[in-house]
């Protein structure tokens, strides 16, 4: 495909416009990895390839179960076509167990804590400010989103989480948490967009947290070297193979 003018890029991905539908983008993945708010920097090669697998498969299964998404086809392993929407700068987060950053924020809360239904979080995408946490009334001040997008962002992230944690445990992996992004379509719908892979999620088989098969095993690490990184396309690897069988 003869790809238009980028239009936007991020850590792991170039926006592009669609050479011949003004609705539509073109999301390149990228082979970088990041963590710290992109202190940490490092290339797998083929990585786009697989997280664009991974994006394709998890977007199909979520219209196959009837969440509306910006996905429209994926032509290669490292290539999306969606609907070109306008973003929102937030990130919704769907916890089902309590882990993580949560656990800093609420230290009188048990790792593992199960939360029914998920616990649904806003963060402002702000990297120079570490993405701080922001309130539904602060959403709806601020202008980002209505009061009805704010409820249909929370009820449409449980029904992600939900459909992901079922289609998970059908091979018995755990969906910990997961974090999305929304965006308004061109007809003014706001749907689920950006990408879901395996940055965007925490994944336990057998819910055992040594067995992680996620980014936070790049986190986690106190070095990265060629053998840590090789680990690490190797468990995305199998993730985007096991998100197939959705």
Not at 113 to 131: I, N, Q, T, Y
Not at 205 to 216: H, I, V, W, Y
Request: with cysteine.
């Amino acid at each position: 495909m003869q790809l238009g003018a980028p239009i936007a890029e991020g850590k792991t991905k170039i926006i592009y416009l669609h050479p011949h539908d003004p609705n539509l983008v073109v999301i390149c993945h990228k082979d970088g990895i990041t963590a710290g708010d992109g202190a940490r920097r490092n290339e797998i090669p083929g990585k786009g390839a697989i997280a664009g697998r991974t994006t394709a498969n998890v977007f199909a299964y979520l219209e196959r179960e009837g969440i509306a998404t910006h996905y429209v086809d994926a032509p290669s392993d490292d290539m999306t076509v969606a609907q070109r929407c306008a973003m929102l700068p937030l990130e919704v987060v769907m916890r089902r167990l309590a882990t993580g950053s949560y656990l800093r924020r609420h230290p009188e809360i048990a790792e593992g804590h199960a939360f029914e239904p998920p616990l649904v979080e806003f963060f402002f995408k702000d990297d120079a400010a570490h993405d701080p946490q922001i309130s539904e009334a602060e959403i709806i001040e601020r202008g980002l989103a209505s009061p009805a997008e704010v409820e249909q962002m929370i009820n449409t992230g449980r029904a992600v989480c939900t459909a992901l944690a079922r289609a998970w445990a059908a091979q018995d992996v755990t969906l910990v948490d997961i974090k999305i992004e929304f965006g308004r379509s061109p007809n003014g719908q706001l749907i689920v967009a950006d990408v879901i892979d395996n940055d965007s999620w925490r994944i336990w088989p057998g819910g055992e947290k040594a067995r992680m098969l996620d980014k936070q095993v790049y986190r986690n690490a106190s070095e990265v070297d060629a053998d840590l990184l090789a680990a690490i396309k190797d468990r995305y690897q199998q993730v985007a193979d096991m998100t197939a069988q959705f």
